[in-house]
T-cell receptor
Framework: AQSVTQLGSHVSVSEGALVLLRCNYSSSVPPYLFWYVQYPNQGLQLLLKYTSAATLVKGINGFEAEFKKSETSFHLTKPSAHMSDAAEYFCAVSDPGGFKTIFGAGTRLFVKA | DAGVIQSPRHEVTEMGQEVTLRCKPISGHDYLFWYRQTMMRGLELLIYFNNNVPIDDSGMPEDRFSAKMPNASFSTLKIQPSEPRDSAVYFC????????????FGPGTRLLVL
């Protein structure tokens, strides 16, 4: 069975500071991994995905994530936070078929001026 | 492309009433997913279709919930009778045969059952 754990339901950073959102996964098969962002009153939007190619994945809005098999992690980072990054972020895992995606509980990112 | 379209965006109903949520996937996408999002349980997959055929409905909470996809451009999620615990945001998502793992989400329907 696959599962995702997001460490920290809330993360607060200052504008311009590093953003680090943590995600650990469990999967019995090589996984596909995703980060989605959800702005208030909107659906989820794909930020980036790992599908067994390069372990460092670059996404939209300056975000990137690194797949570390030894640590079963897929943490999301951005060097410099912007006010517009304030949103909820979801880590997700699926099998290579991509049929069934399991989402984490989400981490709400707050950005202080 | 207009993206995934869901209607209504908001629905308020009374316990016992029938509720129908609608979804139009992105043209050319052959997978359609229905999710429910609540504070307590997060984002849960309810059911998904491939080429209009239900593939996995193991996430449907109980018999009061049903979903149909009569054609490639339309799907419904019905709750009958509705209960207050069904209050949630319901999302529809679709994916293409070429990038099956990437799901595109609609804006959601916020349901409140009184």
């Amino acid at each position: 069975a696959q599962s995702v754990t997001q460490l920290g339901s809330h993360v607060s950073v200052s504008e311009g500071a590093l953003v680090l959102l943590r995600c650990n996964y469990s999967s019995s098969v090589p996984p596909y991994l995703f980060w989605y962002v959800q702005y208030p009153n909107q659906g989820l939007q794909l930020l980036l995905k790992y599908t067994s190619a390069a372990t460092l994945v670059k996404g939209i809005n300056g975000f990137e994530a690194e797949f570390k098999k030894s640590e079963t992690s897929f943490h999301l980072t951005k060097p410099s936070a912007h006010m517009s990054d304030a949103a909820e972020y979801f880590c997700a895992v699926s099998d290579p078929g991509g049929f069934k995606t399991i989402f984490g509980a989400g981490t709400r990112l707050f950005v202080k001026a | 492309d207009a993206g995934v379209i869901q209607s209504p965006r908001h629905e308020v109903t009374e316990m016992g009433q029938e509720v129908t949520l609608r979804c139009k996937p992105i043209s050319g996408h052959d997978y359609l997913f229905w999710y429910r999002q609540t504070m307590m349980r997060g984002l849960e997959l309810l059911i998904y279709f491939n080429n209009n055929v239900p593939i996995d409905d193991s996430g449907m909470p109980e018999d009061r919930f049903s979903a149909k996809m009569p054609n490639a451009s339309f799907s419904t999620l019905k709750i009958q009778p509705s209960e207050p615990r069904d209050s949630a945001v319901y999302f529809c998502a679709s994916s293409s045969p070429h990038r099956r793992e990437t799901q595109y989400f609609g804006p959601g329907t916020r349901l409140l059952v009184l």
